[in-house]
């Protein structure tokens, strides 16, 4: 397994990142100092810079940008628009139609199927940013309260609830209230919790159950000023696109000073070719339906450390990690995990067959690093991100 993470202050960091030499089972480490993380205002170094073309009234985004991927060059991008306005109880016009296709993976169990948990070292710097505000905001209600924004089907509620062992360990927790817009997902979340043992609600902040799952979107949050020790946001985030400010605002609303903002993603990991070939040439099959939609590898979400919004209401520094791991899957697995895509789902039956199609004829051609051939298990590259951003 290669490992790496890293922390950084906006713009520059130092980091270690494990590069595999001779074999993947002999990893060399190599440091890269004053590493400049991408930006969304000027492009990389040494690259031609490209105009990004400017967004519409409406629109969130204040300044031009390029779009970011790991192991990729800047490139332009399309924009998606789509208008603010206040949550209903079962849609908004905040959340991006294409993130509406989530409901039906969800409340089918493809979502929950198909998507990978979190590393727990991932886990272990969330769990010391929790005690941190822990120790800040101790309330004497005998634990923190967690707000999960976009929680989809609980993959990671579920990490709160009953986690690895890590060090630290979570510190205790009084409530988890988890909002998700789609009633799909809300129901996928439901069934996941309950098939567990874990009593699930739906009335609130008070409600007698430990976890709490309530309709609601990045910029109308259903719970009270201040009332949370932290808001974790795991695969999600880049969703609240043409919505920055709101969100921020939203967000510093709820969360009490000194609380984390936590983000965190998965994401299939295309940078060790030489080892992963099948990786980037099944990531070009499906990333070209992306069609606009603001997919976290584009990096568009990072506008909001440009905005008046945030740093209003969080501090400058921030940290930033880095996980990377080997997965294990099956050709099937790597199929379902495409198909769970928000904007995979939302296609014709006759276009996912298509797609469906290429993938297995890739993974039938492309080497792979097997960990048992004979069943069809071989290694599936991942990264994990993590931001912890702290409220002011």
């Known amino acids: ?205 008070d409600g007698e159950e430990k976890v709490q799952i309530l309709a609601g979107t990045f910029d109308s949050i259903p719970v009270g000023d201040g009332w949370a020790d932290a808001v974790v946001i795991a695969q999600a985030f880049h969703w609240s696109h043409g919505h920055y400010e709101n969100a921020l605002k939203e967000i510093g609303r709820v969360l009490k000073p000194g609380a984390p903002l936590l983000l965190i993603w998965n994401l299939e990991d295309k940078s060790l070719p030489d080892y992963h070939p099948w990786v980037p040439k099944v990531r070009d099959i499906y990333e070209q339906f992306e069609k606009g939609t603001p997919q976290y590898r584009l990096g568009w979400w990072k506008a909001i450390f440009d905005l008046p919004e945030y740093s209003e209401r969080f501090e400058k520094d921030y940290e930033e990690y880095e996980f990377k791991r080997l997965l294990s899957a099956t050709v099937d697995g790597v199929v379902t995990r495409i198909l769970s895509k928000s904007y995979i789902t939302a296609l014709t039956d006759e276009e996912k067959v298509e797609v469906e199609r290429q993938i297995r004829e890739v993974m039938e051609r492309e080497r792979k690093e097997w960990d048992d051939e004979g069943k069809g298990i071989f290694k599936f590259p991942y990264a994990t991100d993590l931001y912890v951003i702290w409220r002011k």
């Open 1 to 205: 397994m290669h490992r790496s993470f890293h922390t950084c202050r906006p713009k520059v960091c130092s980091r270690i990142i494990a590069t595999p030499q001779a074999t993947p089972q002999q990893p060399h480490y190599r440091p890269i100092a004053n590493l400049a993380v991408p930006t969304l205002h000027k492009p990389a170094p040494n690259t031609p810079a490209t105009a990004a073309p400017t967004a519409p009234p409406g629109n969130s985004f204040r300044s031009s940008i390029t779009s970011w991927d790991k192991g990729s060059i800047y490139k332009p991008i399309s924009f998606c628009y789509f208008s603010t306005s206040t949550m209903s109880s079962e849609a908004s016009t905040s959340v991006h139609p294409i993130a509406n296709a989530f409901s039906t993976s969800g409340s089918s169990g493809l979502y929950e199927r198909a998507r990978p948990s979190y590393p727990p070292e991932a886990l272990s710097k969330i769990f010391t940013a929790l005690h941190k505000s822990n120790d800040k905001n101790a309330s004497g209600t005998g634990g923190i309260n967690i707000l999960e924004l976009g929680a989809g089907t609980g993959i990671f509620t579920r990490l709160l609830i009953s986690p690895p062992p890590t060090t630290p360990e979570i510190p205790p927790v009084n409530k988890i209230v988890a909002v998700e817009p789609g009633p799909g997902m809300r129901e996928g979340f439901v069934s996941a919790l309950t098939k567990k043992g874990i009593p699930v609600g739906t009335t609130g902040t």
